[in-house]
């Protein structure tokens, strides 16, 4: 590694850690109607929705009403997305006459970008007409990491509130994160794209002439726009098929640093709106030095397996530093490991370079990233409720030991919130698990992958991995256009998305009406050094535990086989 | 102070044999009756383990090229004795129970009653009366069921129940009115009316609390169960999808294996005893004499933030004694002293006695005897009391009282003796004066003493985050004197029923738990609203209906001790929950190198403790996971000690200890047993 690969993981973090507290309290007040800087401006916007979707936004729910409203909402989008991506070629914006896409595919789809996984089984400059890229997939851009933000609110609220009967109004939350919370942050990101040599247009595909005399059509589009929410939004559904490794998508160093950050820059950010919410930092800090404990780590293995020498390339005389197949050469092995790492760490999805073509360990590690439940930073509001619900986890399994029933900042943990918390640890296994071994077992779907063996045993796992955990990344290589797995990956990314967020709702509910006692020295210590290692390897062990056995038969296998021959 | 109150022992009851040597046999023999499917559905982690041990004993009779028959039957044998082990130690915490609750039941057999029926009495036996009747109990009978004293007074002797072999008065009205089933009438008679229908009685609450499939499951342990069925799913998932996996790698898993495999993952140790740390909990409360009527209460303990205390019997002794003489100007310190014994020597109050007893422990003189003195009674005109002796007057009293009797006005005292007498009014104490013949000697220092170690006792529960609050009838400034001396964070002065009520509510408003103890009927409210609520037994039936836990031998401090055994009971389950989770780390190291290898050979390089093949490696781990628990029996039937220390240090200890060791003891462990295994030849 060189001196500029320090300097770009330096400037990462620093653009990602020196505006999060900032941010956090922004959208802390943002989502609690205070005033802001920029309520001149959108104020009006926001009560203009509320007069056309006739919602009284002083009028709160119980978590009951608001995850029929969420249930509503997502059905609607669901519907509708599918409609457009059938429809396509009668819809306008369409210069490239683009026809419907079949009907799985257009189900996994809508499925994806609803769910905020942005899983692509279709490739976008050859499938997508601009209005579906911008109506069908760019409204759910916003909205899907909006929702995500909404349930993150609530979960607040239940810990916060003392016994409350309502957790929010999910329309004033949905309106609230999409108009404050993403719509600014993403024009600016825009604005910086376009100044970086993003296009953004809505002219027809280019025809060039090459030099070699034969003619080449170069995609072109709206994309500026798209990549902003794509990145901010953890969405990750590229522009372009090969995503941000398109020179399109990610033309510059700078271009590739912006995008890379603004991927966990607001669930960053999210961890101090927490921290606002129950009225304590500390809080924020001990789960953002456990996520930055987990993401190191990652970053540190990714980045040693990458730069290391191919040892069956060893006997050849060639002179290697680290592995660039799969990378585009214009970031190197440093940026793209940043990148992978991140983009799984944050349920985002987008990549740089393809997975696939990682080092055994390499590639492992996205995906161990993924299979945690994606709480490293995590999908914009989904990470950090599911950090919480690994709070909750420690906090039950080890808060015994301080001779107190277990509880959280002074909510008690029960038998009914222990039940819902199960019910969300059983989602990672059973849609990477469960629908990963049918996968394997089915002999029709199992011929999907592109290599023999544990990497193609790897390229499965990390598939429905990324399905599941609504990450949207792929394993190159497998061929996931299949009616069969089009509409099993469907049900992984809904099991992955709804398989937390109604157990979440119903916990908020739960802790909203209980009383809070006081926290003092006697009650458990959620902050400091002890806890931050507590929660670690609560995390490492549910998830370790979980898959080791799997990874072993994968990416382990893979990596023992190609140090130790055969 | 600080030492467990032991129930005193009387020779006509046989003290219960607890002791593990007394107890093994019929555990052993229950472990067994226990394999019924029924009763391990009480706990589901133990039911998985014996359905996979029937599944592998099937697996034992056909054939199978790749396990041998001998380590299949090895393993089927080891999972039998999972299941054995894990009731053997339900058998054990229960056995202890009920041989201390059949001690004290013993007698109740065939015991007839007499219950009224119009006019009549007629006899009737025990078992078949109901609440609300009314039975007649004469001396030398056993008193059939817990009740209220409607009619008549007499002692009772409540040993059986107690242990305390004095008699009680029981009377009908009042705060002596509640009986106990099984406890003696001694003198007179009784008309008693039952107040609990069979099997509810405190006796049958008691043994209902200590046998396990009778038990209700405390709320704590019903969300833990819920964990542990969580963490036994996913494991069930984790195994079953590994063969189309490893069909997928063109491997095949023998069945034998992944039954072993899961039964080592999902949470057996934790899963295994958690009963008996429930029961062994209750058992500890049983031998405080201290009865729960239900097992919530006895968590809630765990959680208390506040404690109420009652001042009186609890903190201080409960009346006034003498702590100091001052004595006037000009007045030698034997003058006084001796006056002071002289005046007080027929005093029969406990005040009167108490100031002998300090004079006493002082040795000033040789005492006159008792024919030789004439008494001065108190009386409610002159206020005084005292003796004359020897042609001398003594006299003491209140101050105003002995004042008057001398003649003389309050600006009369000597300066430095009216400080002191006010200094003792200052601090909530009672000044008494000292007159011999007709001269003011000195003054006596009356006051309500702190029992000794209840202040350090109190420092104790400060540490662990309690605070405790007196509750006190006297005026404030009586009570914030008595409060700093005993150390006690908070006071309710001048309490009446209604305030202490008030008080338990606005704790409870901000989310607090709270714990109070009292005998009186107007306690009954505040009893009830508490989270925790000790009744003493010999307070009245209404107290003890209210509250959710009674102490037989009527002492408030019990509630500390309640306090104690509610924590570790808890911490027993987190301390051997998390050390059930930390032991997979190392399972998986001895179970998947031995199940992938003939996959991938490379994966060997997971083998982390060079366990000497794949078949030792699973039994090994099969062997570690069921001798723990037999090895943490101790343990949760001890339960886990608390100490005194804020939650972080008690996190800290005790996640390195459970945590960390659960982490590090089954790598040594299954190295230790793979190493013996090969030795003996058993693989």
């Not at chain 1, 277990?406 to 009914?416: H, T, V």
Request: charged share 15%.
């Amino acid at each position: 590694m060189h001196s500029y690969d320090f300097t770009l993981i330096l400037a990462f973090f620093v653009l990602v850690l020196l505006p999060a507290p900032f941010i956090g309290r922004y959208l802390y007040r943002v989502m609690e109607g205070e005033k802001t800087w920029l309520s001149p401006v959108l104020q009006p916007v926001e009560r203009l929705c509320y007069r056309i979707a006739g919602v009284d936004s002083n009028r709160e729910q119980d978590w009951k009403t608001y995850s029929l409203a969420l249930l509503a909402f997502t059905l609607i989008s669901l519907l509708t997305l599918f409609a457009i991506l059938m429809l396509q070629g009668s819809l306008p914006l369409n210069p490239q006459q683009l026809p419907g896409l079949e009907w799985t595919l257009a189900f996994n789809t809508a499925v994806s970008f609803v769910t905020n996984t942005n899983w692509q089984a279709y490739s976008g400059e050859a499938q997508m007409s601009y209005f579906s890229q911008m109506v069908g997939l760019g409204v759910q851009n916003f909205v899907s990491p909006a929702v995500g933000l909404a349930v993150l609110v609530v979960f607040c609220r239940g810990i916060a509130r003392r016994s409350s009967n309502s957790v929010g109004n999910f329309w004033v939350d949905l309106t609230r994160a999409t108009l404050y919370g993403l719509l600014p942050f993403c024009l600016v990101l825009a604005l910086l794209l376009v100044w970086q040599g993003v296009p953004q247009t809505f002219l027809e595909y280019v025809t060039a002439h090459t030099i070699g005399g034969t003619d080449q059509v170069v995609p072109l589009g709206p994309a500026a726009s798209q990549i902003a929410i794509k990145q901010l939004g953890t969405n990750g559904g590229g522009f372009f098929g090969v995503n941000s490794a398109h020179p399109f998508e990610n033309p510059t160093a700078w271009s590739n640093l912006f995008e890379v950050a603004s991927i966990i820059l607001i669930p960053a950010a999210l961890l101090f709106t927490f921290g606002h919410y129950v009225k304590d930092l500390r809080q924020s800090r001990a789960l953002l030095a456990c996520m930055l404990i987990l993401f190191s780590v990652g970053l540190g293995g990714t980045l040693y397996a990458e730069h290391q020498p191919n040892p069956a390339l060893a006997a050849l005389p060639i002179e290697q530093s680290g592995s660039l197949e799969g990378k585009e050469s214009r970031f190197g092995t440093t940026a793209s490991a940043l990148w992978a790492v991140t983009t799984t760490a944050a349920s985002n999805g987008s990549v740089n370079a393809m997975h696939d073509s990682f080092s055994a360990l390499g590639g492992m590690i996205p995906m161990f990233n993924m299979m945690l439940g994606e709480v490293i930073f995590g999908g914009v509001g989904a990470g950090l409720y599911g950090m919480l619900l690994f709070v909750l986890i420690a906090v039950f399994l080890a808060g015994l030991m301080i001779g107190r029933t277990p509880e959280y900042l002074g909510k008690k943990l029960e038998a009914r919130e222990v039940r819902l918390l199960v019910a969300t640890l059983l989602v990672m296994p059973v849609g990477v698990l469960v629908l990963g071994a049918l996968a394997a077992s089915l002999p029709g779907p199992a011929s999907s992958v592109s290599n023999p063996g544990a990497h193609g045993f790897s390229q499965i796992l990390y598939n429905y991995t990324s399905g599941a955990a609504n990450n949207g990344s792929a394993f190159g290589g497998f061929g996931a256009n299949t009616p069969y797995h089009n509409l099993m990956i469907g049900l992984a990314m809904l099991l992955g998305r709804f398989g937390y967020i109604l157990p979440i709702l119903a916990i908020a509910g739960s802790l909203a009406a209980k009383k809070r006692a006081p926290v003092g020295s006697n009650s458990f210590p959620t902050h400091g050094p002890l806890f931050v290692t507590l929660l670690t390897l609560t995390i490492l062990l549910v998830g370790g535990l979980t898959f080791l056995p799997a990874l072993a038969l994968g990416p382990i296998a893979e990596h023992m086989t190609m140090f130790q021959g055969f | 102070m600080n030492a467990r109150i032991e129930p005193a022992l009387n020779s006509a009851q046989q003290h219960p044999k607890t002791s593990i040597a007394a107890l093994w046999k019929p555990a052993l023999r229950q472990a067994f009756v226990k394999l019924d499917p029924r009763q391990l559905l009480r706990s589901p982690v133990m039911l998985v383990v014996e359905l996979t041990a029937v599944v592998t004993t099937v697996l034992c009779f056909i054939p199978n090229p790749q396990v041998s028959t001998g380590l299949a039957v090895q393993i089927a044998l080891w999972l039998w004795f999972t299941v054995l082990f894990a009731n053997f130690a339900e058998a054990l915490a229960e056995g202890r129970g009920k041989a201390r609750a059949d001690s004290l039941k013993a007698g109740s057999q065939g015991l007839n009653a007499r219950r009224k029926n119009g006019q009549q009495f007629e006899t009737v036996a025990a078992s078949s009366l109901r609440r609300g009747d009314i039975v007649r109990v004469e001396a030398g009978e056993l008193i059939p069921g817990d009740g209220e004293v409607v009619e008549g007074i007499a002692t009772v002797n409540e040993a059986a129940i107690t242990g305390e072999s004095a008699p009680v008065i029981r009377e009908s009205g009042g705060d002596r009115s509640a009986v106990t089933g099984n406890t003696r009438v001694v003198s007179d008679w009784l008309l008693v009316q039952i107040t609990a229908n069979p099997g509810e009685s405190t006796l049958d609450r008691m043994i209902a609390l200590v046998e396990g499939a009778k038990r209700q499951k405390t709320p704590n342990e019903v969300a833990l169960d819920i964990l542990l069925i969580g963490l036994t799913l996913i494991f069930l998932l984790v195994v079953a999808t590994l063969q189309p996996f490893a069909r997928f790698a063109d491997g095949d898993l023998p069945l034998v294996y992944l039954v072993a495999l899961l039964v080592t993952l999902i949470p057996t140790t934790i899963g295994g005893l958690l009963s008996a740390i429930g029961i062994a909990g209750m058992d500890r409360l049983v031998r405080l004499n201290v009865i729960a009527k239900s097992g919530r209460a006895v968590e809630a303990a765990g959680d208390v933030h506040v404690l109420l205390l009652d001042k009186t019997g609890t903190i201080t002794f409960g009346n006034r004694r003498c702590s100091a003489l001052y004595k006037a100007p000009g007045v030698s310190g034997k003058q006084l002293s001796d006056a002071t014994l002289l005046a007080s020597l027929a005093d029969d109050t406990a005040e009167g006695k108490s100031i002998v007893e300090y004079l006493r422990a002082l040795n000033t003189m040789v005492e006159p005897e008792r024919s030789a003195i004439k008494s001065i009674a108190f009386s409610a005109e002159t206020r005084l009391s005292g003796a004359d002796y020897n042609g001398h007057s003594y006299r003491k009293g209140a101050v105003d009282a002995v004042l008057l009797y001398l003649g003389i006005e309050r600006s009369d005292v000597p300066p430095v003796l009216a400080r002191e007498i006010e200094k003792i009014a200052q601090s909530g104490g009672t000044p008494l004066l000292v007159a011999g013949d007709g001269q003011l000697l000195g003054a006596i220092h009356l006051k309500d003493v702190v029992k000794p170690g209840i202040r350090e006792r109190f420092a104790e529960l400060r540490a662990m985050g309690i605070r405790t609050v007196m509750v006190t009838g006297d005026n404030p400034l009586t009570a914030a004197a008595i409060a700093a001396e005993a150390g006690v964070d908070d006071v309710i002065a001048e309490a009446t029923p209604e305030k202490k009520l008030q008080r338990i509510r606005s704790e409870q408003a901000e989310g607090k738990m709270v714990a109070m103890c009292g005998d009186g009927a107007n306690d009954a409210p505040a009893l009830a609203q508490a989270d925790v609520g000790l009744a003493m037994n010999d307070g009245t039936q209404a107290a003890r209906e209210a509250a959710n836990l009674v102490d037989l031998d009527s002492d408030p401090t019990k509630l500390l001790d309640v306090v104690q055994v509610g924590k570790e009971l808890l911490v027993t389950r987190g301390a051997l929950t998390t050390f059930s989770v930390a032991n997979d780390v190392a399972k998986y190291f001895a179970i998947l190198p031995a199940l992938f290898t003939g996959i991938y050979p490379q994966l060997g390089a997971l083998n982390l403790m060079q366990l000497h093949s794949p078949q030792s490696a699973i039994l090994s781990a099969i062997v570690f996971n069921a001798l723990i628990i037999v090895a943490l029996i101790p343990l949760a039937l001890r339960g886990v000690r608390v100490q005194a220390a804020d939650a972080a240090s008690l996190l800290r200890r005790n996640l390195l200890i459970y945590g960390l060791g659960g982490l590090v003891a089954p790598f040594v462990g299954i190295k230790l047993i793979d190493l013996l295994l090969v030795a003996v030849g058993l693989v």
